[in-house]
């Protein structure tokens, strides 16, 4: 079966810090990898997804960065963190070799709790 | 920007009751997808429901598609505590790439 990990689970960090959180998948392969960040009481905004190796879309112009560098293995970092940065970021995956290629359902990690202080 | 908006935004109702969601949406769609969130957790996906479906049902859950008024409506059944969560619409508009577009999501309380 397949699982998703994130970590740290919690993280708090001064502001112009730098960041990395970390997300592996186990169980498929070549999925596509997103990251989301959720503001308290909102929805998710999708910031980044990949759909192989070293390729990387942004959907938000912000100071976030994300790399992929393996299959399984996506990966949301920052040079200096801002306090608009806080929030919980959800690392998710879809398709891959175990699932249909017309199948788009998302499969969500726990999440990281980041503050900014 | 979002495409799935929820309604309503919270959502009070006892044990045994059935609780209804709304969801309406901008844009034509590949799929409208639902997902439920427990505070502080990941997201689980519900339900998948394709533009060419009208309704879907998985154990508790019916999912309608009214594609010509934009909407999705959630409907669970005989609500338990355990139900009590956030639950999010969201849409896929196929591009080759897989991407959602979440709501807000509707919180839902259901007391014993």
């Known amino acids: 079966s397949q699982t998703i990990h994130q970590w740290p689970a919690t993280l708090v960090q001064p502001v112009g810090s730098p960041l990395s959180l970390e997300c592996t998948v186990e169980?498929?392969?070549?999925?596509?990898l997103y990251w989301y960040r959720q503001a308290a009481g909102r929805g998710l905004q999708l910031l980044f997804y990949s759909v192989g190796i070293g390729q990387i879309s942004s959907e938000v112009p912000q100071n976030l960065s994300a790399s992929r560098p393996q299959d399984r293995q996506f990966i949301l970092s920052s040079k200096k963190l801002l306090l608009s940065d806080s929030g919980f970021y959800l690392c998710a995956w879809s398709g891959g070799t175990t699932l249909p290629s017309s199948y788009n359902e998302q499969f969500f990690g726990p999440g990281t709790r980041l503050t900014v202080l | 920007s979002q495409q799935g908006e929820e309604d309503p935004q919270a959502l009070s109702i006892q044990e045994g009751e059935n609780a209804t969601m709304n969801c309406s949406y901008k844009t034509s769609i590949n799929n409208l997808q639902w997902y439920r969130q427990n505070s502080g957790r990941g997201l689980v996906h519900l339900i998948l429901i394709r533009s060419n479906e009208r309704e879907k049902h998985s154990g508790r859950l019916r999912v309608t598609l009214d594609t010509s008024k934009k909407s999705s409506s959630l409907l669970i059944t005989a609500s338990r505590a355990a139900d009590t969560a956030s639950y999010f619409c969201?849409?896929?508009?196929?591009?080759?790439?897989?991407?959602?577009?979440f709501g807000k999501g509707t919180m839902l309380l259901v007391s014993p």
């Open positions: 169980g498929t392969s070549n999925p596509n």
């Open positions: 969201a849409t896929a508009s196929y591009s080759g790439y897989s991407t959602l577009t």
